[in-house]
């Protein structure tokens, strides 16, 4: 059966930037196409879209690694999806991304996640379906954590409501950063053309996020404690995700954040294909545990 919720939205995958913070290791290939276990990052992502049930995807990348997750990735045929890309041919802010992907949208909210951010946990795909019925404005995602002034921060007034997203602040006004999850009406390219370059020369989405709720149109979600969300942005946070992982699926008995299992998930797949994909992965445990999906041979 087809899973619901968020289908009218378009998925946008957000996979460029330099990856300072993780050189040496990106100073020859996308962070994103880092491995996290057992495959390259930029598939939790990608899965989380399917999750929420996004057939129609853009992912946006630089131009020296585009041909990398064309190979990667392909045009999404063998998930029953579509994939397509776009260069960011500078790292000019994450809220360029809407501007780049104004004419894939064609008029169609959008769901925006960054690459280097992993979610999983009880209840997380349910209250993004839920925040996703909603037709106007943005919705934000927020998780506690302990170190929020290296993140974009929720400020709020006694009451919990938001009041303002402050950006990498030197002392946090509260525990809750702003995760790599968006969703956008509409109107965010439209918006986001709006902007102006912040003192580094970018369009920080917190600015886009500022703007919505400067008009009204921003709901902030708090997701609880038992989903975790992983910045893989640091060696730390890379090492932690993988061990996050590991951990997860070893104790539910199944693969985490796999595209080829949420796309059987939706239906979009049936089980031939699944076995035929795992075919292509013969020999190693990912492919394995694609066939234990399936249900063994054909």
Request: one cysteine or more; proline letters at 6%.
């Amino acid at each position: 059966m087809t899973r619901s919720g968020g289908a009218a939205r378009k998925g946008i995958l957000l996979a460029g930037g330099a990856g300072t913070r993780l050189h040496p290791m990106t100073r020859m290939i996308s962070k994103q196409l880092l491995p996290v276990y057992d495959r390259p990052m930029a598939c939790y992502p990608l899965a989380t879209l399917l999750a929420l049930g996004m057939r129609e995807i853009l992912v946006i990348t630089t131009p020296e690694d585009r041909s990398r997750f064309e190979r990667l990735l392909g045009d999404g045929s063998a998930l029953g999806i579509r994939l397509a890309y776009a260069e960011q041919a500078q790292p000019r802010g994450l809220a360029e991304a809407l501007l780049l992907a104004r004419g894939f949208l064609a008029g169609s909210p959008a769901c925006l996640v960054l690459g280097d951010n992993l979610f999983h946990g009880p209840g997380f795909v349910e209250q993004v379906r839920v925040a996703s019925q909603r037709t106007q404005g943005a919705t934000v995602f927020a998780a506690r954590v302990e170190r929020p002034e290296r993140y974009g921060v929720a400020e709020l007034d006694s009451t919990g409501s938001l009041l303002r997203i402050v950006e990498k602040p030197a002392r946090a006004p509260s525990p809750w950063a702003i995760t790599g999850l968006y969703l956008y009406d509409a109107s965010a390219p439209d918006r986001a053309a709006t902007l102006r370059p912040s003192a580094r020369g970018q369009l920080e989405i917190t600015d886009l996020n500022n703007l919505y709720l400067a008009q009204g149109a921003l709901v902030l979600e708090r997701l609880p404690d038992t989903v975790a969300w992983h910045d893989m942005g640091t060696p730390d946070s890379l090492l932690d995700a993988a061990a996050g992982v590991r951990a997860a699926e070893r104790a539910s008995g199944r693969k985490l954040g796999c595209p080829e299992a949420e796309a059987y998930a939706q239906g979009w797949i049936d089980r031939e294909q699944l076995l035929r994909l795992a075919e292509g992965l013969e020999g190693t445990p990912y492919g394995e545990a694609l066939r234990r999906l399936a249900g063994g041979a054909r």
